[in-house]
């Protein structure tokens, strides 16, 4: 606590001190603008950035410092930096007090690492290329277009007409394509071509590698990128790995040339020095802020053990357009998981395999290549990052490591990076003595609060928003993390990868009573798959021994990861929701939610040691598939399972109303306009999931207000519907925006038991068809008219029933087929019996099946059946039973029985 915050709340509360003690002296206040100038640092002679720096040194350094805080106030505006602001120990706090570079009040000051490129002429008229000059040696990755990044000019293998095929060290092309591009754009150019495996090295990677030379139709990589995504090392007693890509697997895209070049999309010859832009239908290139980001770091600090960088806030400035150069590299970007990478260039000595490889590696093991941060700290203790923007930016946001303790970063937005969002660590350091150090080089006591975090990996779709490798008492509390590609909170990736139940303690590392808590993660694994909400992977805290030498479980867990309160939906794309992987052991999983996923709970070669306990699931929990299937010693008490799609009378409202931001940081969210993810309707009510929801949110279907509104926090509400109203979306409007969602009929199948008549295999069960989930399918063996059926439970009012097709293939497995309803069950299994089976209604549909097709019923019924006409496997990825979704109207008079009379084919 500041002195002369010290002083306001002695004076405000009371408190008893002695009647002679000094006021706390006020702080010495600097002044700079982006105009700035000379060393007077005051209002009406405001210093430049650099000049207000050595202003704070001199004052610390002398007497007018002593005992007292120093504040720097940046004015309004852009702050161009040329070189990175640096800080070390002589720009902290002395004597407890601090350090605080702060927004003047009312100003939005930024710091900004690019060049605004001007002097744009239309240069390739039949492309409507437009460039501009830039200077010599600018490189980037990144170009942002009013402030919004600007994809870099790309086609694909399709678009080209190519196809590839394996060869030593890179392809063989189907035609002289690649000599083609070489002898348009030249040799150097042709090897500034980068191709972009998605999913190539693990459904949860994207590798990137350089074309390094062309020969007729042989296409070599760079190296050692080629070698570190197609040959990686083995693991020795593996619970994970580092898949290869297989040799001959096209690019899913090729970019970084002139011919790709579409609109919105931007080239960087450094040969002319200029940069190509092709702007999008309606822009007037002379008209935008085209930003080229020429810097690789925007502030950095960096302390030792023995003389820490110390007592620095950051409050209320904007940190954007910086870029990362490395994947430009002829190492690339040869992605592992969470953006570490292989950089390493030799083959006989694997990096980070350690003695857990053949032939053995470097150490530690899993000291894997981080990414940087365009801020970054080193042995930086009690260093605040408080409400300020990080956008633009090309490598991870923000990073602490080495030593890094009493950190704050809190009531942030991270939006638009390439990167990660927050890092915390480095792979380096399991054990102090890995780096050389003693217990101060281990993260300790640092707080990750109250930030919001989105869109994050925009170039490097591994990111998790929040990632923490080796620390001690970390607390990740109440953030909103939406809208992100893979991960929403990591701990511990890789450094599981040789442990299991059957070796649970080939690695150690110093994590210990770390909490997760409370946050909000939504809309998360929308790009790549494999990942979680939060995933914890190897020990997340010692094994505790008893004086009796016996372990000592509740004080293990005690001293373990705490995920508590934390909730989370919408899930893109598999696998579990709170996923303990390879190796991980001592967790205590507590009262979370989830629902919109795949699986709720488990992972690979879990080692175990868990507590799951009082969280609400809509997906299983204990799903350890894998071989050894681990999860050992994992308790499960007093957890609840929520519907498929639950409402608010579902979830428990004192865990959905805490989650995320807290009263004081949600304009961090409601300031902006708000969003609609996730709508359900239930007992005449619609529960509307997003963010930005205020007191003052208006609710409306079809036009029509709502009768009621409540809304639990700035991500939850429920509304009432207009009586009579078929509600099909809903609108939310705030004082900052609109957003609108669609509200799905209810289904009434969904989460229903189901069967069929065979399983072909226990990967595709009846199931799969009846759990809102595309992406998996229910399937039976090849025989005479096999038929799938639900039981929904009770009669219901049937208005239509939607049947989609595999997306994948064998669509036609599902063609020249029935749909059949009925009150009663089903009586018989045979197809002809079936349709004369008295009070069954049916419909033949001839034609292979959509996604979906919708047939029409309007009657009521409970059971539902697909069976096909013919011989065939039937295959199924959803069948949804829906009903009609309006509002409560009170009934006019007594509703009528459910109807028999069968319907034909049509």
Same mark, same amino acid.
């Given at each position: 606590?500041?002195?002369?915050?010290?002083?306001?709340?002695? +004076?405000?509360? #009371?408190?008893?001190?002695?009647?002679?003690? *000094? =006021?706390? &002296?006020? %702080? !010495? $206040?600097?002044? @700079?603008?982006?105009?700035?100038?000379?060393?007077?640092?005051?209002?009406?002679?405001?210093?430049?950035?650099?000049?207000?720096?050595?202003?704070?040194?001199?004052?610390?350094?002398?007497?007018?410092?002593?005992?007292?805080?120093?504040?720097?106030?940046?004015?309004?505006?852009?702050?161009?930096?040329?070189?990175?602001?640096?800080?070390?120990?002589?720009?902290? +706090?002395?004597? #407890?007090?601090?350090?605080?570079?702060?927004? *003047? =009040?009312? &100003?939005? %000051? !930024? $710091?900004?690492? @690019?060049?605004?490129?001007?002097?744009?002429?239309?240069?390739?008229?039949?492309?409507?290329?437009?460039?501009?000059?830039?200077?010599?040696?600018?490189?980037?990755?990144?170009?942002?277009?009013?402030?919004?990044?600007?994809?870099?000019?790309?086609?694909?293998?399709?678009?080209?007409?190519?196809?590839?095929?394996?060869?030593?060290?890179?392809?063989?092309?189907?035609?002289?394509?690649?000599?083609?591009?070489?002898?348009?754009?030249?040799?150097? &150019?042709?090897?500034?071509?980068?191709? @972009?495996?998605?999913?190539?090295?693990?459904?949860?990677?994207?590798?990137?590698?350089?074309?390094?030379?062309?020969?007729?139709?042989?296409?070599?990589?760079?190296?050692?990128?080629?070698?570190?995504?197609?040959?990686?090392?083995?693991?020795?007693?593996?619970?994970?790995?580092?898949?290869?890509?297989?040799?001959?697997?096209?690019?899913?895209?090729?970019?970084?040339?002139?011919?790709?070049?579409?609109?919105?999309?931007?080239?960087?010859?450094?040969?002319?020095?200029?940069?190509?832009?092709?702007?999008?239908?309606?822009?007037?290139?002379?008209?935008?802020?085209?930003?080229?980001?020429?810097?690789?770091?925007?502030?950095?600090?960096?302390?030792?053990?023995?003389?820490?960088?110390?007592?620095?806030?950051?409050?209320?400035?904007?940190?954007?357009?910086?870029?990362?150069?490395?994947?430009?590299?002829?190492?690339?970007?040869?992605?592992?998981?969470?953006?570490?990478?292989?950089?390493?260039?030799?083959?006989?000595?694997?990096?980070?395999?350690?003695?857990?490889?053949?032939?053995?590696?470097?150490?530690?093991?899993?000291?894997?290549?981080?990414?940087?941060?365009?801020?970054?700290?080193?042995?930086?203790?009690?260093?605040?990052?408080?409400?300020?923007?990080?956008?633009?930016?090309?490598?991870?946001?923000?990073?602490?490591?080495?030593?890094?303790?009493?950190?704050?970063?809190?009531?942030?937005?991270?939006?638009?990076?390439?990167?990660?969002?927050?890092?915390?660590?480095?792979?380096?350091?399991?054990?102090?003595?890995?780096?050389?150090?003693?217990?101060?080089?281990?993260?300790?006591?640092?707080?990750?609060?109250?930030?919001?975090?989105?869109?994050?990996?925009?170039?490097?779709?591994?990111?998790?928003?929040?990632?923490?490798?080796?620390?001690?008492?970390?607390?990740?509390?109440?953030?909103?993390?939406?809208?992100?590609?893979?991960?929403?909170?990591?701990?511990?990736?890789?450094?599981?990868?040789?442990?299991?139940?059957?070796?649970?303690?080939?690695?150690?590392?110093?994590?210990?009573?770390?909490?997760?808590?409370?946050?909000?993660?939504?809309?998360?694994?929308?790009?790549?798959?494999?990942?979680?909400?939060?995933?914890?992977?190897?020990?997340?805290?010692?094994?505790?021994?008893?004086?009796?030498?016996?372990?000592?479980?509740?004080?293990?867990?005690?001293?373990?990861?705490?995920?508590?309160?934390?909730?989370?939906?919408?899930?893109?794309?598999?696998?579990?929701?709170?996923?303990?992987?390879?190796?991980?052991?001592?967790?205590?999983?507590?009262?979370?939610?989830?629902?919109?996923?795949?699986?709720?709970?488990?992972?690979?070669?879990?080692?175990?040691?868990?507590?799951?306990?009082?969280?609400?699931?809509?997906?299983?929990?204990?799903?350890?598939?894998?071989?050894?299937?681990?999860?050992?010693?994992?308790?499960?008490?007093?957890?609840?399972?929520?519907?498929?799609?639950?409402?608010?009378?579902?979830?428990?409202?004192?865990?959905?109303?805490?989650?995320?931001?807290?009263?004081?940081?949600?304009?961090?969210?409601?300031?902006r306009a708000p969003q609609v993810s996730y709508a359900q309707a239930a007992d005449g009510k619609v529960f509307v999931a997003g963010d930005g929801f205020t007191a003052r949110t208006r609710v409306s279907f079809a036009?029509?207000?709502?009768?009621?509104?409540?809304?639990?926090?700035?991500?939850?509400?429920?509304?009432?519907?207009?009586?009579?109203?078929?509600?099909?979306?809903?609108?939310?409007?705030?004082?900052?925006?609109?957003?609108?969602?669609?509200?799905?009929?209810?289904?009434?199948?969904?989460?229903?038991?189901?069967?069929?008549?065979?399983?072909?295999?226990?990967?595709?069960?009846?199931?799969?068809?009846?759990?809102?989930?595309?992406?998996?399918?229910?399937?039976?063996?090849?025989?005479?008219?096999?038929?799938?059926?639900?039981?929904?439970?009770?009669?219901?009012?049937?208005?239509?029933?939607?049947?989609?097709?595999?997306?994948?293939?064998?669509?036609?497995?599902?063609?020249?087929?029935?749909?059949?309803?009925?009150?009663?069950?089903?009586?018989?299994?045979?197809?002809?019996?079936?349709?004369?089976?008295?009070?069954?209604?049916?419909?033949?549909?001839?034609?292979?099946?959509?996604?979906?097709?919708?047939?029409?019923?309007?009657?009521?019924?409970?059971?539902?059946?697909?069976?096909?006409?013919?011989?065939?496997?039937?295959?199924?990825?959803?069948?949804?039973?829906?009903?009609?979704?309006?509002?409560?109207?009170?009934?006019?008079?007594?509703?009528?029985?459910?109807?028999?009379?069968?319907?034909?084919?049509?």
């Amino acid at each position: 606590m500041s002195g002369l915050t010290a002083t306001l709340l002695v +004076g405000a509360l #009371g408190t008893a001190t002695s009647s002679s003690a *000094a =006021p706390a &002296a006020p %702080p !010495v $206040l600097l002044r @700079a603008a982006p105009d700035g100038s000379g060393s007077a640092c005051m209002l009406s002679r405001p210093c430049s950035l650099l000049g207000a720096q050595q202003r704070v040194r001199q004052v610390l350094a002398g007497n007018q410092g002593a005992g007292r805080d120093v504040v720097v106030e940046l004015s309004d505006g852009t702050y161009r930096l040329t070189a990175p602001l640096r800080f070390g120990p002589a720009d902290s +706090g002395r004597n #407890g007090h601090r350090v605080t570079w702060t927004s *003047a =009040p009312g &100003a939005r %000051p !930024v $710091l900004n690492g @690019a060049l605004r490129v001007r002097g744009w002429r239309l240069t390739d008229p039949a492309k409507n290329v437009w460039s501009a000059p830039i200077p010599t040696g600018l490189a980037t990755r990144q170009i942002y277009v009013d402030g919004k990044q600007a994809p870099i000019a790309q086609t694909t293998p399709d678009e080209q007409g190519v196809t590839f095929a394996a060869a030593d060290g890179g392809y063989t092309t189907s035609s002289d394509w690649a000599a083609g591009l070489r002898d348009r754009i030249g040799a150097a &150019a042709m090897s500034r071509v980068e191709f @972009a495996y998605t999913g190539k090295n693990g459904d949860w990677t994207e590798s990137r590698c350089r074309v390094d030379s062309v020969s007729g139709a042989t296409v070599l990589m760079q190296q050692p990128c080629w070698r570190n995504i197609t040959s990686r090392p083995v693991f020795t007693q593996a619970s994970g790995s580092l898949p290869n890509m297989k040799p001959g697997t096209a690019p899913t895209r090729m970019e970084n040339a002139y011919p790709f070049l579409h609109a919105g999309q931007w080239y960087l010859d450094p040969k002319r020095h200029v940069l190509n832009y092709v702007p999008l239908p309606g822009q007037d290139v002379n008209r935008l802020d085209i930003e080229a980001p020429r810097l690789t770091a925007l502030v950095t600090g960096a302390g030792t053990l023995d003389q820490p960088v110390h007592d620095i806030t950051f409050k209320g400035l904007g940190f954007a357009y910086a870029t990362w150069n490395e994947p430009s590299s002829a190492a690339g970007f040869a992605d592992v998981q969470d953006n570490l990478r292989l950089t390493g260039d030799d083959p006989a000595h694997p990096q980070g395999t350690c003695t857990f490889g053949t032939p053995p590696g470097t150490c530690p093991f899993g000291s894997l290549t981080r990414q940087p941060g365009n801020v970054q700290w080193r042995a930086a203790h009690d260093v605040t990052f408080e409400r300020n923007t990080f956008t633009g930016l090309g490598a991870a946001g923000l990073v602490f490591e080495y030593g890094s303790r009493h950190n704050t970063i809190q009531g942030n937005v991270f939006s638009g990076i390439a990167g990660n969002g927050v890092i915390l660590g480095d792979t380096t350091d399991p054990h102090p003595s890995d780096v050389g150090a003693d217990d101060r080089e281990i993260n300790a006591y640092n707080t990750i609060d109250n930030n919001l975090i989105e869109h994050v990996g925009t170039d490097y779709p591994s990111a998790a928003a929040i990632t923490l490798f080796f620390t001690q008492h970390t607390a990740v509390t109440h953030n909103d993390i939406r809208g992100v590609p893979y991960t929403g909170i990591s701990a511990g990736v890789i450094q599981g990868h040789v442990d299991n139940v059957d070796h649970p303690d080939n690695t150690t590392n110093i994590n210990s009573d770390n909490t997760i808590s409370a946050n909000l993660i939504h809309g998360f694994m929308q790009v790549l798959s494999d990942g979680g909400a939060i995933y914890a992977e190897g020990h997340q805290g010692r094994t505790v021994l008893a004086a009796d030498g016996s372990v000592d479980r509740a004080a293990s867990i005690a001293h373990g990861l705490h995920a508590t309160g934390n909730v989370a939906y919408d899930q893109g794309n598999v696998n579990f929701t709170w996923y303990d992987d390879a190796g991980a052991k001592w967790i205590n999983w507590e009262g979370n939610v989830e629902w919109n996923g795949k699986l709720s709970q488990g992972g690979c070669q879990t080692t175990g040691h868990f507590d799951v306990t009082g969280n609400y699931s809509a997906q299983p929990i204990g799903q350890y598939h894998c071989t050894p299937a681990g999860g050992i010693d994992v308790t499960y008490t007093d957890n609840k399972a929520l519907p498929l799609r639950p409402t608010a009378s579902d979830l428990p409202s004192g865990t959905i109303r805490d989650a995320g931001l807290q009263e004081g940081f949600r304009d961090l969210v409601t300031d902006r306009a708000p969003q609609v993810s996730y709508a359900q309707a239930a007992d005449g009510k619609v529960f509307v999931a997003g963010d930005g929801f205020t007191a003052r949110t208006r609710v409306s279907f079809a036009g029509k207000p709502a009768a009621s509104v409540t809304v639990h926090s700035p991500a939850f509400l429920t509304a009432t519907p207009p009586a009579g109203t078929t509600v099909t979306s809903v609108t939310v409007t705030t004082p900052a925006g609109v957003a609108s969602g669609v509200v799905p009929a209810p289904d009434v199948a969904l989460g229903k038991p189901a069967e069929q008549s065979s399983t072909i295999s226990a990967n595709y069960p009846a199931s799969y068809a009846v759990d809102d989930d595309l992406r998996d399918y229910a399937g039976t063996k090849t025989e005479a008219q096999p038929w799938w059926q639900v039981d929904t439970g009770a009669y219901y009012p049937i208005d239509k029933i939607a049947v989609h097709n595999r997306a994948d293939c064998c669509a036609d497995r599902l063609a020249d087929y029935y749909v059949l309803v009925s009150d009663t069950p089903f009586t018989s299994t045979s197809l002809s019996d079936t349709l004369t089976q008295p009070g069954v209604w049916w419909t033949h549909q001839s034609e292979q099946a959509g996604r979906p097709s919708t047939i029409d019923v309007g009657r009521t019924g409970r059971y539902v059946r697909i069976q096909l006409a013919g011989t065939n496997q039937l295959a199924l990825a959803e069948v949804q039973v829906l009903t009609a979704p309006r509002a409560a109207t009170p009934p006019t008079s007594t509703p009528k029985g459910p109807s028999e009379r069968p319907r034909s084919s049509r």
